[in-house]
Structures are given as structure tokens and as C-alpha cells.
């Protein structure tokens, strides 16, 4: 080995052949590292390249790929707005915006320069550098997330967000990102700067339903987006994080800091100065709590299932005026928070309704529930309900115009119908008594004979005459109220009392406008004509009338009104109703269980008359007194016989084939015996709100007068019982005179 290296190795030089010595190689030892450190530089400089180069070859594949599955560049268009619907009062106030967006477009022009610059500050600081996708903002975003610092930026830029909102779903996936990205390319090079930025104000989502930032602003603020102060635009701009868990109404504190660190943002980037952040800083934005933001969605949602038959389709920006009166609104919903707030848990009341009408049938306040947040279920208009004793005028109207009076009289006894024995709530009796005073102290047996004397058929058309929608069955229970009808019909029928006798349509559309001022639609005074005769009328408001002043209805307080109405509790205290009226204003107002669970004994002469006296107090405030239409009649002064005061008797007695009583003595006056059930072949109507009748429960006479009070529904109204009802049936060709003519079996 070491003659090999001594070796010569033979050259030419001058032509001459030589061997000169070779010098010995270098240690292998020594020039090790250096091939190392080399080779392993090169292999990272080739596979960088090579992993780079694959990387934009599959990143192009999938962008082909992914943008393959978007419609045409050519044929891509931004999506048209959807149209907005501005919902106003009376007086032009907005109310709600309906529709996918929720507000009316706004020019970036008309903004103040510091609302789309908090945008810009907090959600993108490149946005005017970049072209649609940032790739700097990325990176930072990736730093950020790896080493788990976070940051007031995001990696996604305005116009990536737009590209979202416009065309893609809210989905987190690596296809929709790169759509996204794609998307954002094409409308950076279709439009410019300021256009892709007016577009993000007007389309992106704020929480709490509104999409746009006029619709934030109305919804949070109470006002417009061209007045917005800083700290406003500030609050704005934070909901972009997190539109729902940072909503300025739900979480005030979270908003807040949220703003601080926008206006902080607008600061570091001389978008403002640093006084100007110290005072938006110390004056921070306030969201709005209006008494009647929640209740005026069901007025809304009302006014968008009319929309439907007055305008027909909708495809452009329209503006709708209502009947609503914003103040009489917030003052029902007012009223029935407050008052389930304070008792409804005592009485067992989950939920309520108020409607309010004026004379001419237009809607003025529409509570459809105690919260809208957590139900949207319009009872006010939706939920059918038994009326109870709030129907007993239709029967009395019906016994008017068949030729009774207020005066006339009817025995307020033990009434026996095919086993269905009707009795009042302090089942106690009268004995002969009023139309007046039955009605007023609603009391079921005289209803009841009212109603068989006229017949339950021209019961039924009397209501329907006067505005009840709803189908009602013709048996001898309907004068106490069995048949369901809604809250909103059941007012819109009371209507004719209060204006005169003339039919209403309850309506809550005035006009309806293009965003540029074109009407579209214009209501025109419409009247059903004449539903009760001037002097039938004033026979009524005499009558309901008593019911506010000795009657159930006693709590009722209107200091200064002449008001009237009638109260009303279903079976089992299911439902609790009160609907009274002015001249001026009609309002119903139901409480109840959505379930149809009893309450703990709520009637309709406690809380349903509270809630409607706090209504009507503060809806009357300031508007010229108005009395009752009244009219004179021509009155029974007469001393009535013992015969006349219980003409029914007999004439259940001509029906059901049952012996007609001998007339009992004028002096003892006493209150018959129950009589057996008739044997009135055909079944039995529907069980009424009523009790059944007891042999043991004391009855009062004429000779041992009882006090008012005993006959008036108290606070607490015992629990009723169960009707006991004879449930055999016979065919059509058994049923008796009674039976063809009132119905049943």
C-alpha cells in the first residue's frame, strides 16, 4: 500500500516522457463534513422546490376542480337583494323590517367616514392593498393560531367574507374556502374598492335577525345608520366576531370590550384621532330595551300574513303603513307583562292576548303573547278559545230583536235540559229577575232560557252577523259561550256596540308604498253596513253598561269614560276573558294556558278586567271623552206576573211532552224544585262551563234576598264538578220537535 503511493506517474514535458511523484490524497476525515453540509443545503433547496412546485400543481388542480363547480365566470352575477318590507305606525314611525335582510340598502356615500373604517380596522387592515385574498393576513392568522396568541384579525378578508354571504353556504370545509377564495378574486376584479365594501355593509349578518347596517342599527339603536356615532359603528364592527354571543342587548359587557378594541384598532391605524377614541372610550354605545320591541313582532307577522292579499308578491323594496299605535302598544304589552309577571304564577296563568280596535275596525294594539322570544305563536289572532259568559250578548241581542227588553224578566232557577242542568258560579238563584241584571251579574240559567226562547240557530247567526268568523254549534250550551272563537274576532264582534250598530273588518294595513314613493296600495273606507238597529244598540249599552257598574266587571277603573263590557271563564277556569269599549276604543284581553290546563280559579272579573283598566287608562290618556251611543226605548214599568217571569218553563214543558207546573202562589215567590231530567230523546248537548247541580247546596228565595256579592264570581271560585250526562242516542226518526228546531242528539 505504501509503494502505491511513491509511485511515479509518467507525464510529458518538452515532448519528453516523465514520472514525477503524485502528492498524497487529503484525509478523508477532514473533508467529510463539508459533502455533508453541502448535500444536505441542496437536497433541502431541490425537495423545497419540488414540494413547491407539487403544492401549486395541486393547488391549481383543486382551484380548477372546485371552481369547475361554480356556474360560469361569465354568467356570475351578484345576487339581487332581497326585498325589504319597512313596517310603520300610524304616525310614520318604523316598527319592524321584514324579510331576508331586514333593512333598507344605504349608500357608503351617506355613512359617516368612520362606520365602513371600523370595519376596515378590525376584520381587514389590507383591505385597499390586497386583491381579494391576503396572503400576509393568513400567515399572521396561522402564526397566531399555532402559537395559540390571539389576535384582533382574521385571515378571511372583507371581500372573502362578502364572497361568502353572496353565493356559499356558512359550512367550514377546505372546498368552500377555496370557492370562497375564487369568489373573492372575481369580485375584486368586477368591482371596485368602495362598491365591494358597500355591498359588505348592506349584506352582512348582525344577529337578532338583521342583516345589513341600517337593520343593526334600527334594531339595536333605535335609529338609522347615517346617524350613527363612533361608539355605535364601533359595536357594529365587533359583531363580526360573533354576531350572537356578542349582541349589545343580550350581553352589554361582551359588546363593550368587543368595541374597545375596534376604536383601540381605528386608533393604531390614524383611521381616528386619539381624542376621539378617549371620548367614544368613555361615552361607550347603549342598546335600546323598548317596552314593545318584543310584542310588536306579532303586530308584524300579522301584517306580513295580510301583505299576502293585499300586494301579492313582493320583489322590491316596499314601505307599509299600519293602524298600529306604537304608544297604545307598548302600553298592552306593558299591561299584560306586568300583570302575569305579578300574579300569573299565583293564578296558574301561563300566557295572554289583548287586541284593541277602534270604532272603524282598525287594529291598534296586538299582543299575541307574554314574550315573543320564546313563543311566536299568535294567540291573538290564532288561538281559538271558549268565550264563556263574553258571548251572553249575542244571546241577549238576539233576545232584543226578537221583541224582549232590558226589563224583561226571567226566572233565574233550576233548569233541567236532557240531563244538562246549567247553574251559576255561586250556585245560588234570583228567582225572577231582569235581562239587565242577568246579564250584568252573568248568570247562566236566565242565558240559557234566553237562548232556547230565541233558539240557539238564531243565536249562532246573530254572531256571525256581528263579525265571529268561526263555525259555531247550534245546541242550548252556546249561550254559555262552548263554541271557540279567537280573541281578534271576538272584539272585532263587540265593535258594533261602541260605533253604532255598523259592522267592522278588522284591518291593519293603511298603504302600501315602493321604496321610491309609487303607492302600490291604498285602503278605501269599506263598511258591512248595519249589523243592529240604533235602538237594539242602545238597549245593549244599557245593559253592558251595568255589567262596569254592579256587575262582574265591578274592578273596572276609567275614571271620566262611559264604558261597558262583559266578562267570561270557560269550564274549569280553562280561559279568562274580558272585552270592554269607549266611544272611542274596543280591547279584549284572554288569559289562559297554551295547553289548555286549568288555572288556579282565574276568572274573567279579576286579572282580565286589571290588565284591561291599566290598558285602557293609558291608551285613553289625552283623547276627547266620548260617550256610549244611546238611544231611548220605551221601558216595561209594568208590575210583571209571576207567568211572565218564566214563559220558558213552558215552553220547554210544549217541547219535551213534560206537564206544564200549576202556577205557584204570587206571595211565596220561592225558586222551583229541580225537575227530573225530560226524557228528550237524541243524546245530550256538549257540557257547558257550568257545574252540575247539587240537591244539597243552598238555594236562595224573593222572601230571603241575598246580597249582590253572592252572585258575582268571586277571587277564588270553587272548583266545579263534573257533568253528569245520559249518553244514550236514538235515531233521527225519534228526535222531537225540541230537537229539529234548537239542534242536538
Not at 433541502?44 to 365566470?73: C, D, E, H, K, Q
Not at 287608562?617 to 220605551?634: D, F, M, T, Y
Request: proline share 8%.
Amino acid at each position: 500500500m505504501a509503494r502505491r503511493y511513491q509511485r511515479r506517474e509518467p507525464r510529458f514535458d518538452d515532448g519528453e516522457l516523465r514520472a514525477e511523484r503524485r502528492p498524497p490524497p487529503r484525509s478523508r476525515a477532514r473533508k467529510k463534513p463539508r459533502r455533508r453540509a453541502r448535500s444536505l443545503f441542496g437536497s433541502f433547496i431541490y425537495w423545497g422546490f419540488t414540494l413547491a412546485l407539487w403544492g401549486a400543481i395541486a393547488g391549481g388542480g383543486l382551484a380548477v376542480y372546485y371552481g369547475s363547480r361554480l356556474p360560469p365566470i361569465d354568467q356570475l352575477a351578484v345576487p339581487k337583494r332581497p326585498p325589504n318590507i319597512a313596517i310603520l305606525d300610524d304616525n310614520g314611525e318604523l316598527l319592524a323590517n321584514r324579510g331576508d335582510t331586514g333593512g333598507a340598502a344605504v349608500r357608503l356615500a351617506d355613512l359617516p367616514p368612520y362606520v365602513p373604517k371600523a370595519f376596515i380596522a378590525i376584520e381587514d387592515r389590507r383591505f385597499y392593498s390586497h386583491w381579494g385574498v391576503d396572503p400576509l393576513g393568513i400567515g399572521r392568522a396561522v402564526v397566531r393560531n399555532v402559537t395559540g396568541h390571539g389576535g384582533m384579525q382574521g385571515g378571511s378578508t372583507l371581500t372573502q367574507q362578502l364572497a361568502k354571504n353572496l353565493f356559499l353556504t356558512q359550512e367550514r370545509t377546505i372546498s368552500r374556502k377555496i370557492q370562497e377564495a375564487i369568489l373573492a378574486l372575481w369580485l375584486e376584479r368586477k368591482y371596485s374598492k368602495d362598491q365591494i365594501l358597500e355591498l359588505y355593509l348592506n349584506r352582512v349578518y348582525f344577529g337578532s335577525g338583521a342583516y345589513g347596517v341600517e337593520a343593526a342599527a334600527e334594531r339595536y339603536f333605535g335609529h338609522g345608520a347615517k346617524t350613527i356615532t363612533l361608539s355605535e359603528a364601533a359595536v357594529l364592527a365587533g359583531l363580526m366576531k360573533a354576531p350572537s354571543k356578542l349582541a349589545p342587548d343580550r350581553n352589554p359587557e361582551g359588546a363593550a370590550d368587543r368595541a374597545a378594541q375596534v376604536i383601540a384598532a381605528m386608533a393604531q391605524e390614524g383611521h381616528i384621532t386619539e381624542a376621539m377614541a378617549k371620548a367614544a372610550l368613555a361615552h361607550p354605545a347603549r342598546a335600546r330595551q323598548d317596552i314593545g320591541a318584543g310584542s310588536i313582532n306579532y303586530a308584524a307577522d300579522y301584517v306580513m300574513d295580510m301583505l299576502d292579499d293585499t300586494v301579492g308578491a313582493i320583489d322590491q323594496d316596499i314601505v307599509v303603513t299600519t293602524t298600529i299605535d306604537a304608544r297604545m302598544q307598548m302600553a298592552a304589552e306593558g299591561a299584560l307583562k306586568q300583570a302575569l309577571d305579578e300574579k300569573g304564577a299565583k293564578l296558574g296563568v301561563g300566557q295572554g292576548a289583548l287586541v284593541a280596535l277602534d270604532p272603524t275596525g282598525a287594529i291598534r294594539a296586538l299582543v299575541g303573547g307574554r314574550d315573543y322570544s320564546e313563543s311566536q305563536f299568535n294567540r291573538a289572532v290564532s288561538a281559538k278559545r271558549q268565550p264563556g259568559s263574553a258571548f251572553k250578548p249575542f244571546v241577549y241581542l238576539a233576545g232584543l230583536e226578537q221583541g224582549l227588553t232590558p226589563e224583561s224578566v226571567r226566572e233565574d232557577g233550576p233548569l233541567d235540559i236532557k240531563g244538562w242542568r246549567p247553574e251559576n258560579y255561586s250556585r245560588r238563584y234570583m228567582g225572577p229577575v231582569t235581562l239587565t241584571k242577568a246579564l250584568s251579574l252573568s248568570l247562566n240559567t236566565v242565558a240559557v232560557r234566553v237562548g232556547l226562547e230565541v233558539g240557539p240557530k238564531t243565536v249562532a247567526k246573530t254572531a256571525h252577523r256581528l263579525g265571529v268568523q268561526s263555525d259555531l254549534q247550534a245546541n242550548a250550551s252556546i249561550a254559555l259561550g262552548t263554541s271557540e272563537v279567537t280573541p281578534l274576532e271576538l272584539v272585532a264582534a263587540y265593535t258594533p256596540f261602541a260605533n253604532g250598530g255598523i259592522g267592522v273588518q278588522p284591518h291593519v294595513i293603511v298603504k302600501v308604498k315602493s321604496a321610491g314613493g309609487k303607492t302600490l296600495y291604498q285602503r278605501k273606507s269599506v263598511s258591512l253596513g248595519r249589523v243592529i238597529a240604533p235602538q237594539y244598540v242602545a238597549m245593549m249599552n244599557d245593559m253592558m253598561r251595568e255589567t262596569l257598574l254592579t256587575g262582574t266587571a265591578r274592578k273596572a277603573q276609567l275614571p271620566g269614560w262611559e264604558a261597558a263590557g262583559k266578562t267570561g271563564t270557560s269550564q274549569d277556569f280553562r280561559d279568562a276573558w274580558f272585552v270592554g269599549y269607549t266611544g272611542r276604543l274596543v280591547a279584549g284581553v284572554w288569559l289562559g294556558n297554551d295547553d289548555n290546563s286549568p288555572t288556579k280559579k282565574a276568572s274573567g272579573g279579576n286579572l282580565p278586567v286589571e290588565i284591561w283598566s291599566r290598558f285602557m287608562n293609558i291608551a285613553l290618556k289625552g283623547q276627547p271623552v266620548a260617550g256610549l251611543p244611546s238611544g231611548a226605548w220605551r221601558s216595561e214599568n209594568a208590575a210583571i206576573p209571576e207567568e211572565i217571569a218564566k214563559p220558558i218553563d213552558d215552553l220547554i214543558g210544549l217541547f219535551t211532552g213534560e206537564p206544564q207546573p200549576a202556577p205557584r202562589p204570587q206571595p211565596s215567590r220561592m225558586s222551583p224544585a229541580p225537575r227530573p231530567p225530560a226524557a228528550i230523546p237524541g243524546g245530550s248537548p256538549e257540557p257547558p262551563p257550568v257545574a252540575e247541580a247539587r240537591p244539597d247546596l243552598p238555594q236562595s228565595s224573593a222572601s230571603a234576598p241575598q246580597a249582590i256579592d253572592d252572585f258575582l264570581p268571586p277571587e277564588d271560585i270553587p272548583t266545579v264538578g263534573s257533568i253528569e250526562r245520559p249518553r244514550q242516542r236514538r235515531g233521527a226518526s225519534e228526535r222531537s220537535v225540541f230537537e229539529q228546531i234548537f239542534g242536538g242528539g
